[in-house]
Structure formats: C-alpha cells, structure tokens
C-alpha cells in the first residue's frame, strides 16, 4: 500500500485523473475544520483582466478567507502568494500544506498573518490507482510542456523584458513595480503573452507564470545558440 493524504479511496481515478487532487483534499480538510467552501479556482480580475487564480475561497464565522494549496511544504514563495492573493480580494490569507520548508517560511507567514492547516499524514490509495493516476498525470504534465518547448512563437525584445522581470521576483505587485507598471498593466501585459504564446494558457498563477516564463528565456537562448552555430557552419 502507498500512503499520500488522509482519506481511503475505494475506485479508480476518472477519466481526468484528477478525482483526489490537492484541492480536494483540502476541501474536505476545511469542512472538517469547520470552514464552508465558497469557491474552487477563484479567478481574480482587476479591470476585466485576470491577474491571478485562488485555489479555495472559504468562510468561517462571518470571514472570508483565500485559501492556497501545497500539496509539499510552504516556502518563501508561497507565502508571498498567499498574502497577495488574499490581499485582491479582500480575504484573509490561509494555506493548507505539509508544513514550513524552512523557519523563514514560517517567520513571514506569521509577520504577515497567514495562517496554515497542516495536511494531515497520510491517505491510503492502493498499488494500481497509484500507478494510473500518476501516469495519467504525468502524460497532460509533458504532452502540455512538449507542445510549449517546441512552439515557434518567439518574444518581442520587450517580452523578453517583462519575462525576465517576472523570473526577477516573487508576486505580481513586485513585477509591476520593478517595470514600472501598475498591476492592471502588467496583467494585461501578461495576458497579452498568453494569447499569442509566449507563456502558454495554463500558466495562470503567479508561480506558473514564473516557471513559463524561465523556461521562455531559456529556450529562446538555446534557440539562439543553434542559430549561431548553424551561422558559422557548426554541427549541433
């Protein structure tokens, strides 16, 4: 037997693979902590463009909280997230995770009022179901990052700008103010990236952002190395 949550599966995984994701379990969590779940995948929007994505919005006794979901431990970076996203809408910051992965993990969260439910050890979810979720999983994780590595889309001089100043730093206020943009814009920016495939659609959280865009500079180095290489009569 394999041990991954708190909760004893008893069927396959759907079609999607997706029947006991993170955001599940942390529903449940929530409930049994005494919290309603308002909202999954809560889309925030600032002037009519979308700037980031909260996984659970829960309330409990009158609160509102924005809820982000570690299915690991809480970093730096996490933390940030959370107090942001709860920020733009008003809510109160709350993660659900397997703990801090570091005491200064732990010492901004309280700085900055994030409060964290610990996932619970473990779930109990057999050989097969294991083995078929996880490749299910894994085949959309690489058939998504393949279509994007091998996309000839390549970025503006001023894509290259902004992507390096999201690589720069660790929430979106941040990247504004580093380009010298108020969030709105830089949102727009963002999502004007993603409709023509600079950053690929799922990037939609500020940490998939982030990832895209790294992984965008990076192949668009290597797709300048082969260039010159090709140039001077190289072999690659």
Not at 22 to 48: C, K, P, Q, T, Y
Not at 83 to 104: E, H, M, Q, R, T
Not at 132 to 154: C, F, G, N
């Amino acid at each position: 037997m394999f041990y991954i949550g708190s909760f004893r599966r008893s069927s396959l995984p759907s079609g999607e693979g997706r029947w006991r994701s993170s955001e599940r379990i942390a529903a449940r969590i929530l409930e049994e902590a005494g919290f309603r779940v308002l909202e999954e995948h809560d889309r925030v929007m600032i002037n009519g463009v979308e700037v980031g994505e909260i996984d659970l919005v829960a309330e409990k006794e009158g609160q509102r909280y924005a809820v982000e979901v570690k299915a690991g431990r809480l970093d730096v970076g996490g933390v940030r997230q959370a107090y942001v996203n709860a920020g733009l809408i008003g809510a109160k910051p709350l993660a659900i995770c397997k703990g801090f992965s570091d005491s200064a993990a732990e010492a901004l969260a309280q700085e900055l009022g994030v409060e964290v439910l610990r996932l619970s050890d473990l779930f109990v979810i057999d050989q097969e179901e294991l083995e078929a979720l996880m490749r299910e999983v894994i085949e959309d994780v690489v058939e998504d990052l393949v279509s994007y590595l091998t996309s000839e889309v390549k970025p503006t001089e001023e894509d290259v700008g902004v992507l390096r100043a999201i690589v720069e730093t660790s929430d979106i206020l941040e990247a504004a103010g580093k380009l010298g943009k108020d969030v709105g814009d830089l949102a727009r920016t963002i999502e004007g990236l993603r409709s023509r495939g600079v950053i690929p659609r799922w990037a939609r959280k500020y940490s998939s952002v982030k990832r895209a865009a790294e992984i965008a500079l990076a192949r668009d180095r290597l797709k300048e190395m082969v260039g010159a290489l090709r140039g001077t009569g190289g072999t690659v």
